[in-house]
């Protein structure tokens, strides 16, 4: 009974909301010293000191591009440049995550931001740092003029995971910017209810969002760090999730069994698609409840597999199920049990 109650509450729990796959994942896996020009990204504003590709790259638990290539050094006075990832996002959210390692901060100044994808000026989204008493504050800011720092609670020489955050809303002036800073090995599989710095509102709203801007200011306010890893998309579990194609195109539905199972913190889901169609794939405890969503949105026949990182939950058994909607109609689910082991 209890495994027939299971099923019918899996089944209510369902939904097609869209997801949003990775806009823009950027590693800096190039050779040593090239200027990041020659790997996509644009200079368009400031002068003196270029963006170059530096090693080691950073490394952050549990975070999908941790780990990857090399990095980038931004300084101070310098070049500002900028990556697109679309043609433009206007509706929903968007956010961007990256990894960093400040050894210089000042009085503040921002050092990363969203621009449209038609302009080289109108940033939002702007992401700052500032020296607070001997400590870092992180701050976040909707438009030039207005910023929300955090407490002065964080280090120089430790490598953070930022996430910025914009929201889109139906009315004038009214979207808002969010920031969250996560120290390894935290990443929390749902955006928590509060931000490390803001909601930010001030100011006028964005008409659409189309690139990635990396800026490096004065000399007397700009931070001198370590960029790595940065990843925009427009939900929560499209930063923290990564899914991998295998490149083959296979003759049947089917889903694996997680390995390795038992598993502390991070088990890995294979699953193979036959044709194009929507996918969903979610994480449910022994009550029915879902605990985490995995993918939600359109994939090309193939073979992925993602990873599930369980580090904020306990020990037990859980369920994962998936949904497949092909485009020529036909519809597969299946689900399987894991257990976690801490």
């Known amino acids: 009974m209890k495994k027939i109650i ?7 729990a369902f939904g097609t909301s869209l997801f949003g796959q990775s806009l823009l994942t950027e590693n800096f ?5 090239d200027s990041i020009t020659m790997h996509g990204w644009t200079t368009y504003s400031g002068s003196g000191y270029p963006v170059y590709v530096v090693s080691p790259g950073l490394v952050y638990t549990n975070y999908p591009l941790s780990n990857i290539g090399n990095a980038a050094r931004l300084g101070n006075f310098g070049q500002d440049y900028y990556k697109p990832f679309t043609a433009g996002v206007t509706e929903g959210t968007l956010y961007a995550a990256f990894m960093a390692k400040f050894d210089t901060v000042r009085t503040g100044d921002y050092f990363a931001a969203f621009l449209p994808s038609t ?18 504050s992180f ?6 003029t207005s910023r929300v720092y955090s407490a002065p609670s964080f280090a120089l020489n430790t490598t953070y995971l930022l996430i910025a955050k914009y929201s889109f809303e139906s009315g004038t002036g009214d979207d808002s910017v969010k920031l969250y800073v996560f120290t390894s090995p935290v990443l929390p599989g749902t955006e928590p209810s509060t931000p490390t710095a803001g909601p930010d509102a001030g100011g006028s709203d964005a008409t659409e969002l189309g690139r990635f801007s990396v800026r490096q200011g004065t000399s007397t306010s700009s931070p001198n760090l370590i960029i790595d890893g940065i990843k925009v998309s427009t939900t929560w579990t499209g930063i923290i999730t990564e899914v991998k194609s295998l490149f083959t195109v296979p003759d049947n539905f089917d889903m694996s069994q997680n390995y390795p199972n038992p598993f502390n913190p ?9 044709q194009n169609g929507f996918v ?5 405890n022994i009550l029915g409840e879902e605990v985490n969503t995995l993918i939600n949105g359109n994939y090309n026949s193939g073979v992925y597999e993602t990873e599930f990182n369980a580090g904020n939950l306990s020990s037990g058994m859980y369920f994962y199920r998936i949904n497949y909607f092909s485009t020529d109609g036909k519809s597969f ?9 801490k």
């Open 266 to 274: 991070t088990t890995k889901i294979k699953f193979s698609l036959p």
């Open 6 to 12: 299971f099923i019918a509450i899996l089944v209510i």
């Open 280 to 284: 969903t794939l979610k994480v449910y």
């Open 139 to 144: 701050g976040i800011g909707k438009t030039a």
């Open 29 to 33: 896996d190039y050779p040593v010293g």
């Open 119 to 136: 302009s080289t000026s109108f940033y939002t989204c702007r992401i700052f740092v500032k020296d607070s008493l001997g400590g870092v």
């Open 333 to 341: 689910s299946d689900t399987k049990k894991l257990i976690l082991v």
